[in-house]
Structure formats: structure tokens, C-alpha cells
């Protein structure tokens, strides 16, 4: 089988790393528009992925058998299905699917339909409507653009004043079309965990857990950016929590999403708030995360292509036993100077024998210019190494960082 995967970052060198590893692989690996980490591993290529027919035209000529979409955006393009309707096999939902993470207002709604545990809401669509409902809510004041916001849509407000500046912003287009709804949330108190799930539309198979680390600075300080870091797996993520997220958060999901007529297939990824009266969800995104994905690979022992053509095709088989390594995995993102706000690009790069201690340094953001490699991004390098625990595996990890010459 021939496989294409779609993307650029660290999550899809992982994903190709791993796909790379796949005994169902059996054929060539392409990737576009992929990295110089990820051309180490695939056939990369140009393909435009807003042109549903070009991606189309390419599977064809190249007997692609599955094609695995790693970032949100084609996904709510609806790539998936036009590929779909091509006969081509997909990881990642259909374009109706992917509203799981295209609109927060879509999931709060599925959420009281189906009795999932979440933070209480409301949908507005008005600059009007939005600063009366906050009558309803006490500081701190939780607000988000509904659509996409490349994961700078939320806005926690201390106070009123600044609540109502930010929905000005909001409606006047700082988000730009995103914004146009905003969804105002019931503060939540606890702590912060991920959880992976594949699932073909009906079965649901359990795919790991996470944290990742959010702020730009050492020691939780500075702006939110993409992640500057992850672990997996959450200790905080017990066996018996994660038993009851399937239970009351992801199985609900799947089974309203097929009830709809709109059956969900791919990766779910939910990410958690841990509160006294238990687990609920925060949001989801309807892809790996990125760097989550990353800790992921790093531990998962199966074969990816299968179990995610299995996805793709109906037919995962919820028992399919997986190899774990049940070692900690963990990831330092190295992000070029600026980041996240507007990163210098252009430093020359120099991995040395970072991972000659069973390290393994995905590239996030990098390319060549002259045979040479240097920073293309905001973050950069994604360094991850496993140990006995997340104090083990974060010490051979910056081990690892400490032999790279990035400046
Ligand atoms: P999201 O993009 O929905 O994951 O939100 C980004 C971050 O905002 C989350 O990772 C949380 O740290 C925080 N957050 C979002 N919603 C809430 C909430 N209802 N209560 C408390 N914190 C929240
Ligand atoms: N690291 C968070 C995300 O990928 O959404």
C-alpha cells in the first residue's frame, strides 16, 4: 500500500517516523508539502491541499491506499470527503465530523443533547447578545471564538471590563470570520489532561493520554502558544479516569455523531479539565495534537498504517491489542527567537549527535537553504526522549537539546 500524508510540522515527522515503521506500509510513503525531517523519511511532494482535485488526480496516478491528514484545516475543508467520494481512503474526518473542532457552539450543543460533562454555555451571535449573557457568569470570564483561531480563539477575562473589550474584539473581527459566534463558558477549576481515541465511526480504541505545557517561557511564564512541550502518559490520567472519559465523554460522542448521520472517524482528541466532580471536557480537536502526537509516537509499538487504514475503512476492531512502551515519553520544543509572536527565520541549525542516546529530534519548522539547515517556523525542533518517568525521560531530553546549536 502506498500512503500520502498530508502536512508539515513536528506532529507529521512523527507520524511519518512512525508510518515509516509500518510492516503494512509496503510501498512508497509520500508526503506533501512535509519538511527536510519528515523528506528522511518520505517521498515528499507539491500538492496544493485546497485543490480537492489535484490531491485527487495525485492518489490516482499513484495507487494511493490511504491518505492520512495530520492539521485541522483540510479537514474542515472537507478534503476528506471529496477523497471519500473518490474511492480513496482517508485518516480524519469528513468535513461535517471535524465541526467537533470547526465550531465550539456545534460541540456545547452536542454536549447537553447527550448529557456530557462540560462547562455550562451559551451560543451568541451578537456583540449585544454576548455582554448581556455575561450576567449569567461570575469572573474569571471564559470566552471563545467559534470557529478556527489557529488555538488563539480563547480568551479567560479577570474581569467584566476586560470581558466586554474582549468580545468587542471578538465581534469586530480580531478573529476574523471565527469570531462571528462566540460561545461564553462557566470557569472550570482543575488540572489539564489529554486523551487520545481512534475510532472507524463505531468502534473506539483507546490511543494514549497527555500533557503538554502551554506557555512560551521556562517555569509557566509568558504568552500561550502551540505547546512548547509534552509528556505522555498523564500519570494524573488513572486507568479508572480514563475508563470513565470512554464512558461518559467519548462513546456519547461517536454514538451522536452517528446517530446524526454524520459518523466520526479518525483521532478524537479531547482535552480534559480534571474538577472535583470529575472529568470534563474541555474541547476537541479532530486531529493529533501537536506536540502530543509526537510523545505519542514515541511510545506506540503497533502498526500505524493498519490501524489507521482500520479507521479508515470501518473496520477497527475495538480489542486490537497495541504495543505500548510503557515508558515515559517527553518533548522539548526548541522555538526560534520571537516566537510565539513573529519568529526570526533564517538560523542555521545543527542536530550533532543529539540523538546518539536514543533521542529522536522531529523537525517542526526547518528547511534547507543551500543544502544547509536552518529555522523556518516558530517552533523548530521538537527533541523527545523516553525514560523510566517524566523526570528520566525530560533530563535525557534536554540531554539531547544540549547537543543541538540552534541559536
Ligand atoms: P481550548 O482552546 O478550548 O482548549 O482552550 C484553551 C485553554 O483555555 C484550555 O487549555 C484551558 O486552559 C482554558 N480553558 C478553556 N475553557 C475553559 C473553561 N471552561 N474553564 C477553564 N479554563 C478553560
Ligand atoms: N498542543 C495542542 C494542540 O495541538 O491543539
Known amino acids: 500500500m502506498n500512503i500520502l500524508l498530508l502536512g508539515s510540522g513536528g506532529r507529521e515527522h512523527a507520524l511519518a517516523w512512525k508510518l515509516r515503521q509500518s510492516p503494512s506500509l509496503r510501498g512508497t510513503l509520500y508526503a506533501a508539502p512535509g519538511n527536510p525531517g519528515i523528506a528522511e523519511e518520505a517521498e515528499l511532494v507539491a500538492l496544493d ?19 492520512v491528514i495530520g492539521p485541522e484545516a483540510p479537514l474542515v475543508d472537507g478534503l476528506s ?35 456530557i460533562p462540560t462547562a455550562g454555555y451559551v451560543r451568541t451571535a451578537s456583540l449585544e447578545d454576548a455582554r448581556a449573557a455575561l450576567a449569567r457568569f461570575a469572573a474569571p ?34 478573529f476574523g470570520a471565527a ?14 489532561a489529554s486523551f487520545f481515541a481512534l475510532t472507524d465511526g463505531t468502534a473506539i480504541l483507546p490511543f494514549g493520554s497527555a500533557q503538554d505545557h502551554k506557555r512560551v517561557g521556562d517555569g509557566d511564564v509568558g504568552p500561550n502558544t502551540g505547546g512548547m512541550g509534552a509528556y505522555s502518559p498523564a500519570p494524573v490520567l488513572t486507568q479508572a479516569l480514563q475508563a470513565e472519559v470512554i464512558e461518559k465523554i467519548i462513546r456519547p460522542t461517536i454514538a451522536s455523531m452517528a446517530d446524526a448521520g454524520t459518523p466520526y472517524s479518525g483521532v478524537l482528541f479531547a482535552g480534559l479539565m480534571l474538577t472535583a466532580e470529575g472529568p470534563k471536557l474541555i474541547e476537541y480537536n479532530a486531529r493529533f495534537g501537536d506536540p502530543e502526537c509526537q510523545v505519542l509516537m514515541m511510545r506506540f509499538e503497533g502498526d500505524l498504517a493498519a490501524v489507521m487504514l482500520a479507521c479508515a475503512t470501518g473496520t477497527l476492531a475495538p480489542g486490537q491489542p ?39 529530534v522531529f523537525h517542526a519548522g526547518t528547511a534547507l537553504q543551500d543544502g544547509a539547515l536552518v529555522a523556518n517556523g516558530g517552533r523548530v525542533l521538537n527533541v523527545t526522549a523516553t525514560g523510566a518517568n517524566v523526570t528520566e525521560a525530560q533530563a535525557k531530553a534536554y540531554a539531547a537539546v544540549d547537543k543541538i546549536d540552534f541559536a
Open 49 to 67: 491541499v485546497t485543490d480537492h482535485g489535484a490531491v485527487i488526480a495525485f492518489c490516482q496516478a499513484r495507487a494511493i491506499g490511504l491518505v
Open 81 to 115: 470527503d471529496a477523497l471519500r467520494a473518490a474511492g480513496v481512503p482517508v485518516f480524519g474526518p469528513s468535513k461535517a465530523a471535524a465541526q467537533l473542532e470547526g465550531s465550539k457552539g456545534f460541540t456545547k450543543d452536542l454536549c447537553a443533547r447527550a448529557g
Open 141 to 174: 470570564y471564559v470566552l471563545k471564538a467559534d470557529g478556527l483561531a489557529a488555538g488563539k480563539g480563547v480568551v479567560i477575562a479577570e474581569t467584566l471590563a476586560d470581558a466586554e473589550a474582549a468580545l468587542a474584539d471578538m465581534f469586530g473581527g480580531s
Open 179 to 192: 469570531g462571528a459566534e462566540v460561545v461564553i463558558e462557566e470557569f472550570m477549576v482543575g488540572e489539564e
Open 322 to 360: 497495541m504495543g505500548w512502551n510503557p515508558e515515559t515519553a517527553l518533548t522539548v520544543v526548541m522555538a526560534a527567537e520571537g516566537y510565539p509572536g513573529t519568529p526570526e527565520k533564517g538560523g542555521a541549525v545543527a542536530l550533532g549527535e543529539s540523538e546518539a542516546d536514543g533521542a529522536k
